[in-house]
C-alpha cells in the first residue's frame, strides 16, 4: 500500500493521472461555483428595522419589549437605548430581573448594560441601533450593532 | 401449429413456470440450491452463501449490528407513513403533527414508533461500536470498515438531530436553535483574535444550515429535506458498503483458532460439498491461492440459508418488539407550539446530545465543536495506530484488557463525577477571575480538562503497559463512562436555568 504513494511514476500511468487530474480540477472548478447555492440570500424572516412609536409616548425610565423583538429598549436621563435579549452564549432569550439579565438555557448572566457577569457566555450582549424617523419615531435596527454606551437622545 | 389443448395446457403451467423463472433454483434442500438461493437474488447476495459459526455465536455480536439495521428499515417504513400527513411549514408543521396524534387512524402509533425507534436505533448503534471495539474487531482488513462505521454512526447523530425539528413544537425550536449555534461557535474563537470581520466560518455553517440567520420556515425546510431525502439515502449508501465490506473482509472477525475452540461440528449437520460445482472462483481470477478443493469444503462454515437469515429475522422481530412495547406504553412527547420569544426552559435536546449539552454548558466552542472532533478524530484513529496482533472476535481477550477496562472505568467515572461536583459547587474561572481573557475562558473548561485527564491517563496507561490496543481501551473506556456521566447528570440533574437539583420535583415553578 505503501508502494503507492513512495514509487517514481512511471512514464505511462503520469500522463493518466495527469488526464484524471484535468478532470478533476475543471469539475471542481465548475463545482466550486454552485456550492454559493446553497448559502441563503433571501431571507424569509422580520425586517431588522423597525419603529417603536414616538419617544413622547415612552417615558422617562420605561423599559419596553417591542412587540414579537429579543430587544430590550431603555428609556433613562442619558436618553434611549436598545439592548439584544439573545444571549451571546446560544441564541436563548434573557429575562430581565432587577439589576441583571439571566439566561434560562444555561443560567450565564449579563449586567445591564450587557457585560457577562457569569456562565458561558463569552460576548456581552449586542447593543443596537436607535435613531428617528423623518416622522417622528424612534426606529431599532438590529442590522446595526452599535458600541456599548451609544444612546439616542431624543 | 399449437392446438387448442396445448393452450390449455400452457396456461396451467404458468403459476409454476413463472415461479420457476422468479427463483431460478429449486427449492434450497441441499447446499447448492441454498448457496444458489442466496447469490442469484439482489437482495440476499449481500449476504455470504457460507458463514462460519463463530460469527453465528448470539454472545459475538449480541445481534447489535442487525439491530441498528432493523431500526433503520422500521424507520423508513414509518417515516414514509409520517410524510402523508406531515406539513412542513412553520404553520402547518406543529397542527399536522397534532393531526397524526389525535385524529389520523394508528397516527399515533406510527409516530411512537418513529420516535422510539428512533432512539432504539442510535442506542444499538453506539453499543453496537463497543461491541466492535471490546472484541478487537477493526483490525488489519476491517480498518476502513471501521471509518464507515463512523460515518455511519455521525449519520445516525445526523437524522435523528434533523428529526427533532419537524415537530416544531417548544423543545425542537429551541434544542436547534441551541445547537444551530453551537455550529455558529467557531465564531467564540475567532471574535477573540479579532478576525471574525474577514474570516468567519462559524458564521457561515449556521446560516447555510439554516437556510437564515434564525431558525425558521427555510431551517424547517431544509431539516426535511435532509431527514427524509438526503440523510437517508446517504447511510443506506454507506450501508450497504459497510455490508458488503463485511463480506469481503473474510465475515466477522475471529480469533485464529475458532475452529479448535467450537469443537467439531454436531452430527447430522456435516457440510454436504458433493455437488460439483459448475464454477470456481479461482477460475475467474477472483481469490487469491488455491481454489477450494472440490467434495473437501469449509467445514465450520454453516449455508447462510437458514442459519444466518433465521438469525437475523430473529433479532429484526426483537427490535420490533421493543418498538412495539415502547409505542404502546408510552407517547412521543409534543410539548407547545414554538414560540421564538420564550425559551423553553429547560431546553433539553435528546438524551443522546444531552452530555454534549452539558459541556455546551460551560463553553461552547469546546463543548460543542472541540471536544467533540477531538473524540471523533481519535474514534478515527484507533485502528491506524493500534496494529498490534490481539485476539481478535473475542470479548476483552487480549492480555490485560479486562483489568485496564475496569480500571479505566473506575478512573473515567471518578474524574468526571469529581470535576463536576467542583463546577456545580465552586463554579469555573470566570467566577473567580471575571476579567480573564476570552481565549483562556473558551479553551479552558471543565470539558476540555476531562478530555486532557483522559488523554494523559491513555498515555499512561500505553507507556506502562507499552501496549498501543491498551492504550485505546482505556481512552475508549474512560470516554463513555464521560458520556454515560454527563448524559445522566443532564438528563436527571438539571432544571431550570441549567441548574443543579437533586430530583425534578424540587425545580421552582415559573
Ligand atoms: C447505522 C449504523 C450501523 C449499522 C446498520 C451497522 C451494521 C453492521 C452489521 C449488521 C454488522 C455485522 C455484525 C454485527 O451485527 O455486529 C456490522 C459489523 C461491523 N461494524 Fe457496523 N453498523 C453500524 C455502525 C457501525 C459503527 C458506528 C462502527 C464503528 C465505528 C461499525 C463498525 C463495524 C465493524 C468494524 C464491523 C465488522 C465487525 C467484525 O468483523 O466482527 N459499525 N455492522
Ligand atoms: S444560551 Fe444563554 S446561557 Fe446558554
Redesign the interface.
Known amino acids: 500500500m505503501s508502494e503507492m504513494l513512495t514509487k517514481p511514476v512511471k512514464r505511462r500511468d503520469f500522463l493518466g493521472i495527469v488526464t484524471i487530474g484535468t478532470f478533476a480540477v475543471a469539475m471542481a472548478a465548475a463545482l466550486a461555483g454552485i456550492l454559493r447555492f446553497?448559502?441563503?440570500t433571501v431571507?424569509?424572516?422580520l425586517s431588522k428595522k423597525y419603529k417603536i412609536g414616538k419617544p413622547g409616548g415612552f417615558p422617562l425610565g420605561e423599559v419596553r419589549v417591542p412587540p414579537?423583538r429579543?430587544v430590550y429598549v431603555f428609556h433613562d436621563e442619558s436618553g434611549f437605548y436598545a439592548i439584544s435579549s439573545r444571549c451571546t452564549?446560544?441564541?436563548?432569550?434573557v429575562k430581565r430581573g432587577h439589576d441583571e439579565f439571566?439566561?434560562?438555557?444555561?443560567?450565564s448572566r449579563f449586567k445591564l448594560n450587557g457585560d457577562?457577569?457569569?456562565?458561558?457566555a463569552?460576548?456581552a450582549l449586542d447593543w443596537y441601533d436607535v435613531s428617528m424617523a423623518p416622522d417622528g419615531q424612534l426606529v431599532v435596527d438590529e442590522g446595526k450593532k452599535v458600541k456599548k454606551g451609544t444612546v439616542f437622545f431624543a | 401449429m399449437a392446438s387448442f389443448k396445448t393452450f390449455i395446457e400452457d396456461v396451467k403451467r404458468v403459476p409454476s413456470e413463472f415461479m420457476e423463472s422468479l427463483f431460478r433454483h429449486g427449492p434450497p434442500e441441499t447446499d447448492r440450491t441454498r448457496s444458489e438461493a442466496v447469490f442469484h437474488n439482489l437482495f440476499l447476495h449481500i449476504h455470504p452463501v457460507r458463514v462460519h459459526r463463530w460469527s453465528l455465536k448470539s454472545t459475538l455480536t449480541l445481534g447489535l449490528g442487525v439491530m441498528s439495521t432493523a431500526s433503520f428499515v422500521i424507520l423508513t417504513a414509518t417515516g414514509i407513513l409520517l410524510m402523508l400527513y406531515y406539513k412542513p411549514s412553520t404553520i402547518l408543521a406543529y397542527d399536522s403533527i397534532k393531526d397524526i396524534h389525535f385524529v389520523v387512524p394508528t397516527g399515533r402509533f406510527m409516530r411512537n414508533m418513529h420516535r422510539w425507534g428512533a432512539h432504539l436505533m442510535v442506542i444499538a448503534v453506539l453499543f453496537h461500536m463497543a461491541r466492535v471495539f471490546f472484541t478487537a474487531s477493526y483490525k488489519s482488513a476491517r480498518r476502513f470498515n471501521w471509518v464507515i462505521g463512523l460515518m455511519l454512526f455521525i449519520l445516525t447523530l445526523m437524522l435523528s438531530f434533523t428529526g427533532y425539528l419537524l415537530p416544531w413544537d417548544q423543545v425542537a425550536y429551541w434544542a436547534i436553535t441551541i445547537c444551530a449555534n453551537i455550529a455558529q461557535s467557531p465564531r467564540e474563537l475567532t471574535d477573540a483574535l479579532h478576525i471574525t470581520g474577514f474570516f468567519d466560518p462559524g458564521g457561515l455553517t449556521k446560516t447555510i444550515l439554516l437556510g437564515g440567520n434564525e431558525v425558521g420556515e427555510d431551517a424547517l425546510i431544509r431539516f426535511n429535506m435532509l431527514h427524509c431525502i438526503l440523510l437517508p439515502l446517504v447511510i443506506s449508501f454507506f450501508m450497504g458498503i459497510h455490508f458488503w465490506r463485511i463480506r469481503k473482509d473474510g465475515g466477522l472477525a475471529r480469533p485464529e483458532d475458532a475452529d479448535d475452540k467450537l469443537g467439531p461440528l454436531p452430527d447430522g449437520e456435516k457440510p454436504d460439498f458433493t455437488q460439483a460445482p459448475q464454477k470456481t472462483y479461482g477460475l475467474m481470477a477472483f481469490v487469491r491461492g488455491s481454489s477450494p478443493v472440490v467434495g473437501k469444503g469449509p467445514e465450520h462454515t454453516v449455508p447462510a440459508w437458514p442459519h444466518l437469515f433465521y438469525a437475523e429475522l430473529a433479532v429484526f422481530m426483537i427490535s420490533f418488539v421493543i418498538m412495539l412495547a415502547l409505542s404502546l406504553l408510552m407517547d412521543a412527547p409534543l410539548k407547545e407550539l414554538a414560540n421564538p420569544l420564550v425559551p423553553e426552559n429547560p431546553a433539553k435536546a435528546p438524551w443522546y446530545f444531552l452530555g454534549l449539552q452539558e459541556l455546551v454548558s460551560h463553553s461552547a466552542f469546546m463543548g460543542g465543536i472541540g471536544v467533540p472532533v477531538i473524540a471523533l478524530l481519535g474514534l478515527f484513529l484507533i485502528p491506524y495506530l493500534d496494529k498490534e496482533k490481539t485476539p481478535e472476535g473475542i470479548w476483552f481477550a487480549g492480555k490485560g484488557e479486562k483489568s485496564v477496562t475496569v480500571k479505566s472505568a473506575v478512573f473515567g467515572l471518578t474524574s468526571v463525577i469529581l470535576i463536576e461536583m467542583f463546577t456545580i459547587r465552586f463554579g469555573w474561572l470566570r467566577d473567580w477571575m471575571p476579567g480573564i481573557p476570552q481565549l483562556i475562558a473558551i479553551l479552558v473548561n471543565p470539558g476540555s480538562v476531562l478530555t486532557l485527564i483522559y488523554m494523559l491517563w491513555s498515555i499512561r496507561i500505553f507507556r506502562q503497559t507499552g501496549s498501543m490496543r491498551l492504550g485505546a481501551v482505556a481512552i475508549f473506556t474512560c470516554f463513555l463512562a464521560g458520556f454515560l456521566v454527563l448524559t445522566v447528570i443532564a438528563v436527571q440533574f438539571r432544571g431550570p436555568n441549567w441548574d443543579f437539583y437533586w430530583w425534578p420535583n424540587l425545580w421552582p415553578n415559573h
Open positions: 446553497f448559502r441563503p431571507f424569509s424572516e414579537g429579543s452564549h446560544l441564541g436563548c432569550i439571566l439566561c434560562p438555557c444555561h443560567g457577562v457577569i457569569s456562565g458561558a463569552t460576548r
